[in-house]
């Protein structure tokens, strides 16, 4: 039988058990079984689970930032303001006339959602700031090894990121990388589940190629190999 590695190479070796529960008979979508609501809407967006949901996020996201291309962001904000304030208006005047030629007692078009509650109770706040307290420490802490290069190799790797990015920062500006970022975020995650066998088989011969490549390196060169853990 082939290494599970080989298989999935965009599974750890950490993640062996939630890879176990995948093969049980558990109706888990493409990992979502054990994650957040939040995380668990976001994959389905991207895999285009439900379309027309996730044709209007596209459509709507992908316009908001062709017009931050081309337009600046307080036009951008005024003019979605002036739109949505242009249809609340206008449906409310007109149901005000209805009422009053019908002399009808229908109310407020909108009194269903003014009546909703949409405070943010202090638990749910500390429970949402606990959480990105927590991302944040953990995103600190990966600098500060790479900055300060505790391993060497992955210092340099950075190194190298960020050099190719000088490049890439030269022919695209921001706005531009987010436009990209978001065709290959809707369109990427579709076809890896389509082809994921095939994908999974050429990453999979990549990686092995890669880390033999580095472990050439830190063979040659003194101080480059990684520390044990003891």
């Known amino acids: 039988m082939a290494d599970p590695a080989t298989q999935?190479?965009?599974?750890?070796?950490?993640?062996?058990?939630?890879?176990?529960?995948?093969?049980?008979?558990?109706?888990?979508?493409?990992g979502c079984g054990g994650a957040g609501s939040a995380s668990c809407a976001a994959h389905d967006l991207l895999f285009w689970r439900d379309v027309r949901k996730t044709g209007v996020v596209f459509g709507i996201s992908f316009i908001l930032l062709l017009s931050l291309a081309t337009l600046s962001a307080v036009?951008?904000?005024?003019?979605?303001?002036?739109?949505?304030?242009?249809?609340?208006?206008?449906?409310?005047?007109?149901k005000a006339v209805i009422q009053a030629v019908q002399k009808s007692e229908e109310g407020h078009p909108f009194r269903a959602y003014l009546e909703q509650d949409v405070t943010l109770s202090p638990e749910t706040f500390q429970a949402h700031a606990a959480a990105v307290a927590l991302h944040l420490n953990q995103a600190l802490r990966f600098l500060l090894?790479?900055?300060?290069?505790?391993?060497?190799?992955?210092?340099?790797?950075?190194a190298l990121a960020m050099w190719l990015l000088t490049y890439v920062g030269?022919?695209?500006?921001?706005?531009?990388?987010?436009?990209?970022?978001?065709?290959?975020?809707?369109?990427?995650?579709?076809?890896?589940?389509?082809?994921?066998v095939q994908i999974n088989h050429y990453v999979g011969i990549a990686r092995r190629q890669t880390?033999?490549?580095?472990?050439?390196?830190q063979a040659k060169l003194p101080g480059l190999a990684k520390k044990k853990p003891e």
Do not use: C, M
């Open 145 to 158: 090894r790479l900055f300060l290069v505790e391993d060497l190799v992955d210092s340099l790797k950075l």
């Open 75 to 94: 036009s951008v904000v005024a003019h979605l303001a002036l739109a949505l304030l242009s249809v609340t208006i206008s449906l409310r005047v007109y």
């Open 8 to 30: 999935s190479p965009f599974v750890s070796s950490s993640s062996s058990s939630s890879s176990s529960s995948f093969s049980s008979g558990q109706p888990q979508v493409g």
């Open 170 to 196: 030269a022919v695209f500006n921001g706005i531009t990388l987010l436009i990209l970022a978001e065709l290959l975020a809707f369109t990427l995650p579709p076809l890896y589940e389509k082809y994921k």
């Open 211 to 217: 880390k033999d490549i580095v472990a050439k390196i």
